[in-house]
């Protein structure tokens, strides 16, 4: 795929399209970049989840001369058994070891898991349990670093009980719902940074 002057090879569908969100937005799907710098992974599709802000996401990172892959998870919608609190249509939220696998081939994450908070900072402390890689989270409702250092998530502020770090957040990012130019360019700007700092070393001891 040609994205700007720069050629970027992105395989992106594992089978045939099905339900909300089309060909990429399909359970199981890696869309495989050129180099393994960055991956955004994706709630499992659905009626209330569809990954289209992923993707525009990627599509932009893309254009800005960023390596970005996109895994769409198998069991990305619900919670984490550990979660205090139910939800996701009574299923639980989990990460296949090929998902760690290929993931944990990458040097930056970009996650996006929906918009209640109570379901998604349990959702982060998962996937940074299991992922020893710096993270980025995109999401609807405001939060903060903070929010995630209470229930043990390490970020660059406070070494946690997680193995990944979570480096960056961006908030305003609705699911459904196309991204805002603004939110975009503050998207570029994060990822670009974190991989700066990854390339110094900042995040290696922690």
């Known amino acids: 795929m040609a994205v700007g002057r720069d050629t970027q090879l992105v395989a992106c ?4 399209a099905l339900g909300l969100g089309g060909g990429i937005a399909q359970r199981g799907t890696f869309a495989k970049a050129w180099r393994n710098d960055v991956i955004a992974a994706a709630m499992s599709p659905g009626p209330r989840h569809v990954p289209k802000p992923v993707c525009e996401v990627t599509t932009e990172l893309r254009d800005k001369g960023v390596n970005i892959g996109e895994i769409i998870l198998n069991a990305g919608d619900g919670t984490p058994v550990d979660a205090p609190s139910g939800g996701g249509h009574g299923v639980a939220f989990g990460l296949l070891p090929s998902e760690v696998e290929t993931i944990g081939r990458h040097k930056l994450l970009i996650e996006h ?15 940074l349990r299991k992922v020893k890689i710096p993270s980025i989270v995109l999401c609807q409702c405001p939060v903060v670093l903070e929010d995630f250092e209470a229930i043990g998530v390490s970020t660059r502020n406070k070494k946690g009980e997680t193995q990944g770090v979570l480096v ?3 908030t305003g990012i609705v699911r459904r719902e196309s991204v805002p130019q603004q939110k975009l360019d503050e998207i570029v700007s994060k990822v670009k940074k974190a991989l700066r700092e990854i390339e110094e070393g900042k995040f290696t001891d922690m």
Do not use: P
């Open 13 to 16: 569908r594992k089978g045939q």
């Open 113 to 127: 898991h929906g918009n209640v908070r109570e379901h998604f900072i349990y959702k982060v402390r998962f996937v």
């Open 168 to 170: 960056d957040l961006v």
